[in-house]
């Protein structure tokens, strides 16, 4: 059973930076697919980043693309999401997860395992 606990959250104002990260325990990071959700008040959880389980093929939301980086450090089982250029709407709870499975998975129906989450708030 794979455990993650996410940190890195706060609160920062538009145009700032933040780094996320996910730690792992009970397994290995280097066997799953890995992906980032976010979900902001009163709306469903999206889909923001998914890096496939070799590494190799990355997928980001259209909404964050060229601003925020999914990678990974699976010498220290951990995964991280850089975000960069932050814009109010980036506000909400973001969720690491991971997947039994070896694509870059953008649904959270393809995530078996997932972090409690960390509040991101950004103010204007």
């Known amino acids: 059973q794979v455990q993650l606990v996410e940190s890195g959250g706060g609160l920062v104002q538009a145009g700032d930076s933040l780094r996320l990260s996910c730690a792992a325990s009970?397994?290995?990071?280097?066997?799953?697919?890995l992906g980032w959700f976010r979900q902001a008040p009163g709306k469903e959880r999206e889909f923001v980043a998914a890096n496939s389980f070799t590494g190799g093929a990355t997928y980001y939301a259209d909404s964050v693309k060229g601003r925020f980086t999914i990678s990974r450090d699976n010498a220290k089982n951990t995964m991280y999401l850089q975000m960069n250029s932050l814009r109010p709407v980036d506000t909400g709870v973001y969720y690491c997860?991971?997947?039994?499975?070896?694509?870059?998975?953008?649904?959270?129906?393809?995530?078996?395992?997932w972090g409690q989450g960390t509040q991101v708030t950004v103010s204007s």
């Open positions: 997860a991971a997947a039994r499975t070896a694509y870059a998975a953008r649904g959270t129906y393809d995530y078996n395992y």
């Open positions: 009970g397994g290995s990071l280097s066997t799953y697919a």
